[in-house]
């Protein structure tokens, strides 16, 4: 159904959730534009409706507009999830002629120097408000998102009530995903069992206040849960990621995983990959799953849960997601909020240590 288009890693923000992976691709390693043209019309060809363009930062790529009107002559729906601080006029006009569809601006509070700190883009929250305020006038239906953690999660009532006031069609507010830069600073970020309890209070109590309004999707940490999500709709059921370099993936963490061979975009076709690929296939269906899984009755709608979460926490990308009650590994979950702790300092791209900041203190690092 949809293709996540990395067209890049490069980004202005230094977020310590990144789910990029921990060795960056360069610039000089990037698709060029006319691999691009050549893999959307193969997405089309394969019946892909949606291109999701993201990073990264898009926009750091000079040739997005030309990106999105190749899509969009294409008729595929076309959405851009960005940081939203290189949205000038001059980038809104040209996405406009372009044809783009739909917006996605990410947001890391609504404290203006907390979400300074956790993004280390001085300046950024300001001009994020003005990329809403030009998505909205340019009659683009605006999603904003919201990634919470334990040093912002008691303002998620707050960051609903700003998307609502900038004029979100729809809001996401998701618990920092633990893959990427977010597992290496997990310790950090995990929030407490109350906190997440009083979050998810807030967000249903929203939902009642707001039906009709504006649409709140709410995504919550495995590592309180029963029963593992349905990672990415199933591994390689609904969804594909091509990385800046033109790696195939079938989610953006999946380069985690040893012994995988993933394809490329500049050696095959999108079309052979999907379908012929080892990388594709190995964990698609029912088939691969150990014996708890294949013998559970939600083994076709978690489909075994998330592959890079089992590895990442069991070491074994095949067996049962820790996530799951059943799992044997599922004292992990419980291990790692243990291990979570309010003092932590995050480890920032880069590696250097970031300080922790009051609400009176602003702090920008600088690279």
Known sequence: MALLAELTHRCPLKCPYCSNPLELERASGELSSEDWFRVLDEASELGILQVHFSGGEPMARRDLPKLVAHATRLQLYTNIITSGVLLTDEAMAALLEAGVDHIQLSFQDVDPVMAEWIGGYAGGHAKKLLAAQRIKAAG???????????????????????????????????????YGWGLRNRAALLPTREQLDSATETVEGARDRLKGAMI????????????????????????????????????HAAETLPGIDFPSVKSRSLGDIWSNSDAFNRYRGTDWMPALCKSCDRREIDWGGCRCQAFALAGDAATTDPACAKSPDHFLMAQAVEESRPDAEFVARGCMQVPRVSSDTIYVREF
Request: net charge positive; proline share 7%.
């Open 140 to 178: 683009l239906p605006l999603t904003t998102n919201f990634v919470i953690h334990r040093h912002n999660v008691d303002r998620v009532d707050a960051m609903i009530a700003m998307a609502h006031a900038l004029g979100s069609s729809r809001v996401e507010i998701a618990h920092a995903q633990y």
């Open 216 to 251: 709140i999707d709410y995504v919550v940490p495995d590592y309180f849960a029963a029963r593992p999500k349905a990672c990415m709709g199933g591994w390689a059921n609904r969804f594909l990621n091509i990385t800046p370099s033109g790696k195939v993936l079938p989610c």
